[in-house]
């Protein structure tokens, strides 16, 4: 899949007015409400985007003080996001909101400009800019999630999607590797149909290892948005099916996923 910069940021800025229309009609008291990202309220969801859209900022100019701010950060243990979600849990909602736009513009403005191509560290391995505005459009929509899921709304699924089911294509290894187990070398062909009828596929027709299904599904099920059972994910061997079960296509540490909401389960 080939993108450019000013593609990734074009589609970024319109995943961000999705959330920021969306929270323009919250009342203050709103932003308390509990998401169904455990222990995590509105303005956890919003404190999140916007620490690591600066660090982001921080990653790709000033890679040095990244590496010192994020040693620090991770030497606080796994739980690291959830301890600075807490930091900012009592500041006001108008300094919060402004924060995240702020942050948000500042993240663009700076990539706008960047090599696609270059390489910029992380909590994790090293990734290109690319990748890591890749990362930003999939935590902003995985976010909007939580928040919208809160309130009972349903967005309408867009060909963005397709950043998002890419990206958890290329996590399969590091969803293996995440928990400890052993990344098959058995390829796996994904088959998504795309909200707008289109057909998005990655891997060898010819694996034995398929994964098919509507493409918001897999996305939802790859940001652990979702638990597999709610979905018309259908998994065929045993190496696409093991991994739609630990599926994870962001960083740190291993997520607990969502409870299902249905029992039923079509696999082959």
């Not at 929270?23 to 985007?49: F, Y």
């Not at 916007?50 to 606080?76: G, H, M, S, Y």
């Not at 998504?192 to 098919?212: C, F, I, K, M, Y």
């Amino acid at each position: 899949m080939m993108t450019t910069v000013n593609d990734l940021l074009s589609d970024l800025v319109a995943e961000t007015a999705v959330l920021d229309d969306f929270l323009a009609d919250l009342a203050v008291d709103d932003w308390e409400t509990q998401t169904p990202a455990a222990g995590w309220a509105v303005r956890d969801q919003v404190g999140h985007l916007a620490f690591f859209d600066e660090a982001a900022v921080l990653a790709a100019t000033d890679p040095d003080r990244f590496r010192a701010d994020a040693a620090r950060l991770i030497a606080l243990g796994p739980g690291f996001p959830d301890i600075v979600a807490e930091r900012f849990r009592t500041t006001p909602v108008t300094e919060l909101s402004a924060w995240y736009r702020a942050a948000r513009l500042e993240l663009i403005t700076t990539f706008v400009s960047l090599d696609g191509k270059a390489r910029m560290p992380w909590y994790g391995p090293d990734m290109s800019i690319t990748t890591c505005l890749t990362a930003r459009l999939m935590e902003t929509w995985a976010h909007a999630q939580d928040v919208l899921d809160t309130f009972g709304v349903e967005r309408t699924p867009t060909i963005r999607l397709r950043h998002v089911a890419h990206l958890g294509v290329q996590t399969r290894g590091f969803s293996f590797q995440l928990r400890g187990r052993t990344v098959p070398l058995e390829p796996v062909h994904v088959v998504l149909t795309a909200p707008d009828g289109d057909v998005w596929q990655w891997g060898e027709p010819s694996a034995a290892n398929r994964v098919e299904g509507d493409a918001l599904d897999f996305c939802l099920v790859v940001t652990q948005r979702r638990h597999l059972d709610d979905t018309q994910l259908v998994a065929h061997g045993p190496v696409a099916t093991e991994w739609l079960t630990i599926a994870q296509a962001f960083a740190g540490a291993p997520g607990p996923g969502r409870a299902p909401l249905t029992r039923s389960r079509r696999v082959s």
